[in-house]
């Protein structure tokens, strides 16, 4: 009695084995085959990355000890340490930075000398801060 529940149970088993199990390699699959290797990479799987490069610009803080970028993207890190970005001081007095940006909308403030958090003023496009403030507004559709 028991073999015959044993024989049962294989016949269920092998029963419930989807089509071409076991069979092997049959060959290419084209659905994989077909798309190129990607390493993570945006746009290197073919496709068009979705990205922009914006550069930001602050003039008028010459003598400031650092300027950092901050805001949505960076989960607003108050410091290179926690996300913000450092811009360069150039020759000329001037604060640069170009960034990559994903696709999409963003709010951002400028960090003076790790304490002063100010909207970038030659940005008109604003949004509220929830704060009775306002961030910067950098929308990237490429």
């Given at each position: 009695m028991r073999?015959v529940?044993?024989?049962?149970?294989a016949?269920v088993?092998?029963g419930?084995?989807p089509p071409?199990?076991?069979k092997?390699?049959?060959?290419?699959?084209?659905?994989?085959?077909?798309a190129?290797?990607?390493?993570?990479?945006?746009?290197d799987?073919g496709?068009s990355?979705?990205?922009?490069?914006k550069s930001?610009?602050?003039d008028?803080?010459?003598?400031?000890?650092?300027v950092?970028?901050?805001?949505s993207?960076?989960?607003?890190?108050?410091?290179?340490?926690?996300?913000?970005?450092?811009?360069?001081?150039?020759a000329?007095g001037?604060?640069?930075?170009?960034?990559?940006f994903?696709?999409?909308s963003?709010?951002?403030k400028?960090?003076?000398?790790?304490n002063?958090?100010?909207?970038d003023p030659?940005?008109?496009?604003?949004?509220d801060?929830?704060?009775?403030?306002?961030?910067?507004?950098?929308?990237?559709?490429p």
């Amino acid at each position: 009695m028991r073999s015959v529940r044993l024989l049962a149970l294989a016949f269920v088993l092998v029963g419930c084995r989807p089509p071409g199990y076991g069979k092997g390699d049959d060959g290419p699959d084209p659905a994989v085959d077909a798309a190129p290797a990607s390493d993570g990479t945006p746009g290197d799987d073919g496709s068009s990355a979705a990205t922009c490069d914006k550069s930001f610009r602050l003039d008028g803080h010459g003598t400031a000890s650092s300027v950092w970028l901050t805001g949505s993207f960076t989960n607003w890190g108050g410091d290179p340490a926690n996300g913000a970005i450092a811009f360069t001081l150039g020759a000329d007095g001037g604060w640069t930075l170009t960034h990559t940006f994903d696709a999409g909308s963003y709010q951002y403030k400028f960090i003076v000398n790790g304490n002063e958090w100010i909207i970038d003023p030659t940005n008109p496009d604003q949004a509220d801060d929830g704060f009775g403030g306002k961030n910067s507004l950098y929308v990237c559709a490429p």
